[in-house]
């Protein structure tokens, strides 16, 4: 017979202490809880020992079992209504995963038995055991040496951060052991580390984590979700990317990547999806909150709760009004934090964290939470500023302590390289750091993740390849994915031998590549997008765990000149603070004070110092009024003064850096820049070309004021005054 204590309501979930295990779980909805012990895997059927929680305050059902070690496998019954119209769907039969669960062992396998009703009738009662069919929560040891681990850190305006998918990225790497390929191990692994250390890489945002699941769909048609948008479990790591185990060892072995990459100076940043969960709408699974207390964990419809309100486009939205709700994301937050040492969040659609009836509320309770929290506010909070409800798109609406995927940024830019007309008065703001989104509430510069391609759409190869999707491998008939990808193929679809569409494209990389290390804010690359990696034009391949989705680490050799342009670029941003700046351009020097516009600024001839930044024309002359408005205008180039960063430096030392011009020349044709007067300049350097891919700034020639540059059709240049 079990032996069985009160224990105690706090801490939520599993928790060995050396001797036993406490477990206390959250339901309102419960007449009575069932923990639920197992000394096997699902796949091995196993004995089940039931043990029913003795205590239970402020709805927390609790109990302290002697005796468990880590590695055991339990889950939950609950006891209760089982009233679809009335937003009840408590039943017994459905073993229930820990939503604090730490690790989680197992798939689901869609058996009839996962879900809560009879097919072909949703408001039916499926009564049928579902332990053998679904995954199993994993007690853990949280005990791990991490030695001297430090976080790195990295201030934003120093920081270059790196997306990548866990599998993705390591999956085809030569030089990685085969059993350890698409792992945590494997991320950690010394060849991908000093590949991310000679990018200049500081942060890495790894695509979700937490433990997800594939969805039925996707499973009855052969594909998986790769992407991991689909969370289960807040707490645990997916078990899939583990190489050593699923009954804890994956937290170990998360816990020794970060380790490993702590090491080498760089951050982990964890895609986060708090917004939804697998469970789906009313016709989805009963794995875990669903079957706990439906109506504290999710939002229901008012007018009929059988049904969910979805604002992520997934089946449903978690219940932000919820203590409990609030409580398990920043319970999680803290943990992953605190016990895994991850370094910052970006949130999966955002915005619908901030909904707290139908609108988007900047001032909702979740993030009056994270301002206030001394552990979650202290870290790197990146936005998805946008989700799918009414009112959803919310760029540059995200409180002061949060940095914001700027989608912007990535449209314009993109728009400007294709040479869509009338783009270069919003390209300016956005390569000045985007100061129309981000000033006017206090925010800075680096409030604005810079990206031209992510995880979603296009790589960085399909953009300059493809004019239209190719998704036909997901099977939906080509009609999933966006169709506003704003590429452009360089003349022709798709792969092709044409050497002269070949350089074009290979330039048009180096262009994105260029544009995004010169603007103000924080860089984010997507991986494998310095090496060339394409998805055949698959815009949306959130289910393709396959070649189409896995970085081929081959094209290293075919694109070592593109992998050695992003190393340049993130050394000259590096070594430049002008590039990186803290505060937005004024358009004046340090010993002027009147206040102009960051893009139009006043000249030269107003004050005794220099303007810290002026846009010129080809021809050398300032640009006016009639100059931005002009359509057809895709060429001009910018003053970036080094004398006039005017900010402190870590010593409290004020700031000096080299000055610098940076021509953009979008036009289909080569043309002539005219270098400005001597005062700004009396001998400049070209230090980066993207036409010139290989040129060394040591074997440059130099230049004289008001000489004549030619810039080559769609490129850039930068030249370093002497």
Request: hydrophobic share 35%; proline share 6%; net charge negative.
């Amino acid at each position: 017979m079990t032996v069985v204590w009160p224990g105690d309501a706090y801490p939520l979930g599993a928790h060995f202490d050396g001797a036993g295990a406490n477990f206390a779980i959250f339901t309102e909805a419960a007449e009575r809880v069932e923990l639920c012990l197992f000394d096997g895997p699902a796949a091995d059927g196993g004995e089940e020992t039931r043990i029913t929680l003795p205590e239970v305050d402020a709805f927390v059902w609790h109990a302290y079992v002697p005796g468990i070690m880590p590695g055991q496998r339990y889950g939950y019954r609950v006891h209760g209504r089982y009233e679809p119209r009335q937003g009840d769907r408590c039943n017994p039969a459905k073993l229930l995963l820990d939503p604090y669960a730490q690790a989680i062992e197992g798939e689901v396998d869609w058996d009839a038995s996962c879900f809560g009703y009879e097919f072909g009738d949703p408001w039916s009662r499926n009564d049928q055991d579902s332990a053998p069919h679904t995954m199993r929560s994993v007690v853990v040891s949280p005990f791990f040496d991490w030695s001297d681990d430090r976080p790195p850190r990295t201030p934003y305006h120093e920081t270059v951060i790196y997306e990548a998918h866990v599998k993705g990225l390591t999956y085809r790497h030569p030089e990685i052991p085969p059993e350890l390929r698409g792992t945590y191990a494997a991320l950690g692994h010394p060849v991908i580390v000093d590949h991310l250390v000679k990018l200049g890489v500081t942060a890495v945002e790894l695509m979700p984590v937490h433990q997800f699941v594939h969805d039925d769909t996707l499973v009855d048609r052969g594909l998986r979700n790769y992407w991991g948008y689909n969370t289960i479990g807040f707490f645990a790591p997916h078990n899939g990317y583990a190489a050593s185990g699923r009954r804890g060892q994956q937290v170990l072995e998360f816990k020794a990547m970060v380790k490993a990459l702590h090491e080498a100076g760089i951050e982990v940043i964890l895609d986060v999806v708090y917004n939804h969960t697998a469970e789906g709408n009313h016709l989805g699974p009963t794995l875990s909150f669903r079957g706990l207390d439906n109506a504290s964990y999710y939002r229901l419809m008012e007018n009929d709760p059988r049904y969910y309100m979805d604002t992520t486009g997934t089946g449903n939205s978690l219940l932000m009004r919820s203590p409990h709700v609030l409580q398990l994301i920043m319970d999680s937050l803290r943990y992953w934090i605190t016990e895994m040492h991850v370094d910052g969040f970006r949130f999966d659609l955002a915005a619908t964290l901030a909904r707290e009836l139908h609108e988007v509320d900047r001032l909702s309770a979740f993030f009056d939470l994270v301002q206030q929290d001394p552990v979650v506010s202290q870290v790197k909070l990146i936005a998805e500023p946008w989700d799918v409800g009414e009112g959803g798109y919310q760029v540059g609406n995200f409180p002061p302590l949060w940095t914001e995927w700027n989608g912007k940024y990535r449209d314009t830019v993109r728009d400007y390289w294709r040479g869509k007309p009338a783009t270069l008065p919003e390209f300016a703001s956005r390569l000045t750091g985007s100061s129309d989104l981000y000033a006017d509430d206090g925010r800075r510069p680096n409030a604005s993740i810079n990206f031209v391609t992510c995880h979603d759409g296009f790589t960085l190869h399909d953009l300059v390849s493809y004019d239209g999707k190719h998704n036909e491998a997901n099977g939906e008939g080509n009609r999933d994915g966006t169709d506003d990808n704003r590429s452009w193929n360089c003349g022709r679809e798709g792969p092709t031998d044409d050497l002269e569409i070949i350089g074009l494209r290979e330039r048009q990389k180096r262009n994105f590549m260029a544009t995004l290390f010169l603007t103000q804010g924080v860089p984010m690359l997507s991986h494998g997008d310095e090496i060339g990696r394409t998805q055949r034009g698959n815009n949306n391949a959130y289910c393709q765990d396959t070649e189409i989705s896995w970085v081929d680490w081959d094209g290293l050799q075919d694109h070592f000149p593109l992998f050695d342009f992003v190393q340049k670029l993130a050394a000259l941003r590096k070594k430049h603070p002008v590039f990186r700046r803290r505060r937005f351009f004024q358009g004046r020097g340090p010993q002027t004070r009147q206040a102009v516009g960051s893009r139009q600024g006043k000249g030269a001839k107003q004050g005794k110092a220099l303007p810290d930044l002026l846009w010129f024309t080809p021809g050398g002359r300032e640009m006016n009024d009639a100059d931005w408005s002009a359509g057809y205008n895709k060429s001009f180039y910018i003053f970036v003064n080094g004398d006039a960063i005017d900010e402190p430096g870590r010593r409290g030392e004020r700031i000096k850096d080299a000055s610098f011009l940076l021509l953009f020349n979008a036009h289909h044709g080569d043309l002539g820049f005219g270098l400005p007067p001597a005062r700004y300049g009396g001998m400049w350097c070209k230090v980066l070309d993207t036409a010139d891919p290989l040129l060394a700034e040591e074997e440059s020639p130099m230049v004289k004021a008001g000489e004549t540059v030619t810039v080559e059709a769609r490129s850039v240049q930068v030249l370093r005054r002497v």
